[in-house]
Every structure is written in C-alpha cells, then in structure tokens.
C-alpha cells in the first residue's frame, strides 16, 4: 500500500482509509478477518466515528483486532464526534465528553486524528479552540481535522484554533463529483458550474488539507452504488473496459480513479467484504492516464463546456 502524508502533518498514512461504520453487520470472526487482511495489505488507517453503531463499532473493532500497546502502534486511528440526535453539537463539554468516550471503546490513550463530525451553526470557535488545547496537551488527541466544511467554515475555525486542521472529509464519487465539475465548468451557465462548496476542493489544496472522500461508490445521498448499476450503462461500460485492461475489477478502478487526482485524497472505503477490501488496496497500485481519467469522468453523465 503506497503512502502519503496527512494534510500539512508528519503522519504518514495509507492512500485508502478503512471506514468501520459497519463493522456492527458483522460476527466476531469476520470481524477479526476483516481487520487482519486490511492490516496484511497495509491498510492501518481506521476510521470510526462516535456514533456509527451508537458506538459499538469502536467497541466491536477493539475487540476484533485485539487493542493492545503493541497493536495501537502499529495501527492509526481516526473517529469524529459533534454529532447527537437532533442537533449537531461542538461545544467544548461535548467534543471532551465524546473524545473519552471514544478512547474507552476504543481501549486506546490517544487518537492519532479527531475530526468534527457536520457543521454545528451554534459553533462557538472559542471553545472549539480550548477542547483542542485540552486534548493536544493530555496526549489524548495528535491530530485534527473536519468533516463535511466549506473553506469559510474552515476559516472561522482557523482563527482561534492554533492546531493545523489536515483533514476534511467530503463526500465525493465519479458520480457525485460536483467539487471537481464546479472548477471544469467555470463562467458556464449550466448546473455542473453550480459552486456549491465555496471552492472546498481548491481551497483545502491551498492549504495542505487532505481531502477524505467518503461514499466512494455512491450515487445521490446513499440512493445506492453505481457500479454495475443499470442507471449508469455507458460508465459502467467505460469502467469495465479499463479494469480490463489493467487485469482488476471495477472496483479497483472506481478508487483508481479518485487516487489519479493531484490533489492527493484518502478515499474512506466502507466495505465490510475482505475481497472487495482487497480491490480497494489495489487502486494504490494503478496510475490511470490523464485520458481514462477523463473518459471516466465523461461517462458518468459529467460534462466539459
């Protein structure tokens, strides 16, 4: 598994993320497997979040991989917190409750990444500032980032907070791909020119934040996968044609095809299937030409003025 660096950190991290939201849906011994073979491709970037499973994800991946000093060095973890039942909530009380809570499901000291979960409106960046201060000092928390921000967002935060955000994690796919179509489209007067993030994806390279897709496969708000979906004949086709030629599955080539991008993203798969996993792994190893790029992206329905 190749490598890259987070965002404007020294942390060094696989090029696809593991997204343990359902780790629930598995027994205790697929769960083992599941973790050991992302741990045997190089995959050791988890990522978890305080509410996936109302956090028995957390507690279900601990057991699985056996969390222990020699295990937590070996690994890297990511959760997120912020979000409750019917509000969002980045109060200061709440991101230290959440961090310890994570930390004891999770049987670990210290998380290497926290992020905040979707934008809380009643944010106060102030406290935000000192939750970070509080958590950076113990030990508790290494890194931290966002999930779901537009650059102004991300700036109000940067104002008072001292730590480097490096990550944002944003939903993106070849079929959800407005953040890339906005800057292809510019001036044009069609929907695709539609900025709808504030230039997140620009901006974040301007500011060496990584960009971490999530739902790499979906179409819509979880409306379902393209791949081998009838809604999408000619992208399928295309996709098709070039795992063929690079001897891998369609699904290597779907993340293939976010990893091609300059802007050095760390797609979060969520698979909990060990060969679709094992797909995954493989697009770090594929380089597709700046033609197939476009060719896929053309197919998808995205496109060029």
Known sequence: MKTMRLGSSTLEVPVVAVGCMRINSLEKNEAERFVQTALEQGANFFDHADIYGGG????????????????????????????????????????????????????????????????????????????????????????????????????????????????????????????????????????????????????????????????PFQYGFFEGVFLGNEKFPELNQKIDEIAAKYEVTNTTIAIAWLLRHPAKMQPVIGTMNVDRLNECCRASEIHLTREEWYEIYRAAGNILP
């Open 56 to 215: 028995a994800c957390e507690e279900i991946f601990a057991e699985a991989i056996h969390m222990n000093a020699e295990i937590r060095e070996k690994i890297i973890l990511q959760s997120k917190c912020g979000i409750r039942k019917g509000m969002f909530d980045f109060s200061k009380e709440h991101i230290l409750h959440s961090v310890d809570g994570i930390l004891k499901r999770l049987k670990t000291d210290y998380l290497d990444t926290l992020l905040l979960h979707r934008p809380d409106a009643l944010m106060e960046p102030e406290e935000v500032a000192e939750a970070f201060d509080i958590l950076e000092s113990s030990g508790k928390v290494r890194h931290f980032g966002v999930s779901n921000q537009n650059p102004m967002q991300i700036q109000l935060l940067k104002k008072y907070v001292k730590q480097p955000i490096v990550a944002n994690q944003l939903q993106l796919s070849i079929t959800n791909a407005n953040m890339i179509s906005n800057g292809i489209n510019v001036n044009m007067e069609n929907d695709s020119a539609i900025n709808r993030d504030g230039s997140v994806l620009d901006f974040c390279r301007l500011n060496d934040i990584t960009i971490q897709p999530w739902s």
